[in-house]
């Protein structure tokens, strides 16, 4: 079946990049769907980040699309995400998921979630 | 940017019983709405998508009904098992995706 694992760094200073990458198993991301980021702060609720079609395409969050970054790689059946100029606000439980059809949709597949803290 | 309410914030609910949470769109989003349920260190699972199907594994006494901007999850019967944190999230809006702030079932 599907799934999918987030990896990445679990620290990240302020003012730097979170880079982190979703491994896609049991699917090829080169047939289709949109790709989804989504976070969610400690105690709090979820926030979508944005989405990338393996084409490229991509959609991002308004409050967010100016620091975020969404990115395929096929090759390696795999999606990125980066998120600039972090700061405390951006620490969260980071999500990457599948929908439940080849379009924006609701999001039927999860990976377990990485955590990220920003701090110094 | 399409804002989704949850209503309420917490519902106190004893086994058994029915639960009804609410969602409220700002802005109509017909019948593109999912429901999910979210335990303690878990990701969030599909319960309802188009607003009323039940997602695959789904239980019969998950049910969502609602359109445009006002929505429901019904719980017929709370199990143990059901006492969570439930999201609506709309799609109709592809530049923006969003979800609800959330409602918490606990035990009464």
């Known amino acids: 079946q599907v799934q999918l694992q987030e990896s990445g760094p679990g620290l990240v200073k302020p003012s730097e990049t979170l880079s982190l990458t979703c491994a896609v198993s049991g699917y090829s991301i080169s047939s289709g769907y949109y790709w989804g980021w989504i976070r969610q702060p400690p105690g709090k609720g979820l926030e979508w980040i944005g989405s990338?079609?393996?084409?490229?395409?991509?959609y991002y969050n308004p409050s967010l699309k100016s620091r975020v970054t969404i990115s395929v790689d096929t090759s390696k059946n795999q999606f990125s995400l980066k998120l600039s100029s972090v700061t405390a606000a951006d620490t969260a439980v980071y999500y990457c998921?599948?929908?439940?059809?080849?379009?924006?949709?609701?999001?039927?597949?999860w990976g377990q979630g990485t955590m990220v803290t920003v701090s110094s | 940017e399409i804002v989704m309410t949850q209503s309420p914030a917490t519902l106190s609910v004893s086994p058994g019983e029915r639960a009804t949470l609410s969602c409220r769109a700002s802005q109509s989003v017909s019948s593109n709405l999912a429901w999910y349920q979210q335990k303690p260190g878990q990701a969030p699972r599909l319960l309802i998508y188009?607003?009323?199907t039940r997602a695959t594994g789904i239980p019969a006494r998950f049910s969502g009904s609602g359109s445009g901007t006002e929505f429901t999850l019904t719980i017929s019967s709370l199990q143990s098992e059901d006492f969570a944190v439930y999201y609506c999230q709309q799609y109709n809006n592809w530049l923006a995706l969003s979800f609800g702030g959330g409602t918490k079932v606990e035990i009464k």
């Open positions: 998921a599948r929908p439940l059809i080849p379009r924006l949709d609701a999001f039927d597949i």
């Open positions: 990338i079609y393996h084409s490229g395409s991509t």
């Open positions: 188009g607003a009323s």
